[in-house]
């Protein structure tokens, strides 16, 4: 089976979006969704990351973001997918309850389904690289090794004892 997920308010996957309403602390600051972080890390150093950082929804910091008149940091596209990783980590390492929704779904497949995307998610042909979705099965696996107690309902595996 593959999960699906798009809107922000869908239940229950809808915090795999990065415009859940769910803030994380990443390099100083605290950011109201990874959605801020993300599109303010395209200008670094600078008065607009701060301006995205505050921005009031995650829709208007993805419009602060996404204006083509500002250019954005040179290295950018070399570095867009490990600022998201950063992201989803820390958004997933911050809530516990987001966490178990993650762990919760195995081994599926992870889709951000959009038409709209076809690098962070499948694109209107079906054939997108979904690398958010990607990004997440991968944060997924990181997670249940970190956090092993979560995993099988917040039950920890406990080791097989032989007996003598």
């Known amino acids: 089976m593959t999960i699906y997920f798009y809107g922000a308010d869908e239940v229950p996957y809808g915090c795999f979006s990065n415009f859940s309403d769910h803030g994380l602390d990443l390099d100083g600051h605290w950011w109201?969704?990874?959605?801020h972080y993300f599109q303010a890390q395209k200008y670094i150093g600078t008065r607009r990351?701060?301006?995205?950082?505050?921005?009031r929804t995650p829709l208007r910091a993805a419009?602060?973001?996404?204006?083509?008149?500002?250019p954005l940091r040179?290295?950018?596209?070399?570095?867009?997918?490990?600022?998201?990783?950063r992201a989803v980590a820390a958004k997933f390492r911050t809530h516990g309850d987001l966490r178990a929704v993650l762990l919760s779904t195995g081994d599926e497949e992870i889709v951000e389904d959009t038409a709209a995307d076809h690098y962070w998610g499948r694109g209107r042909t079906?054939?997108?690289?979904?690398?958010?979705?990607?990004?997440?099965?991968?944060?997924?696996?990181?997670?249940?090794?970190?956090?092993?107690?979560?995993?099988?309902?917040?039950?920890?595996h406990e080791p097989l004892m032989s007996r003598p």
């Open 126 to 156: 079906g054939t997108g690289k979904n690398m958010l979705g990607r990004i997440l099965m991968r944060t997924r696996t990181r997670l249940r090794a970190e956090f092993p107690e979560t995993v099988d309902g917040g039950h920890a």
């Open 74 to 85: 040179r290295d950018w596209d070399r570095v867009k997918d490990d600022v998201m990783r």
């Open 63 to 70: 419009e602060l973001g996404r204006d083509p008149s500002i």
């Open 49 to 55: 990351a701060d301006l995205i950082r505050r921005a």
């Open 32 to 35: 109201p969704t990874s959605e």
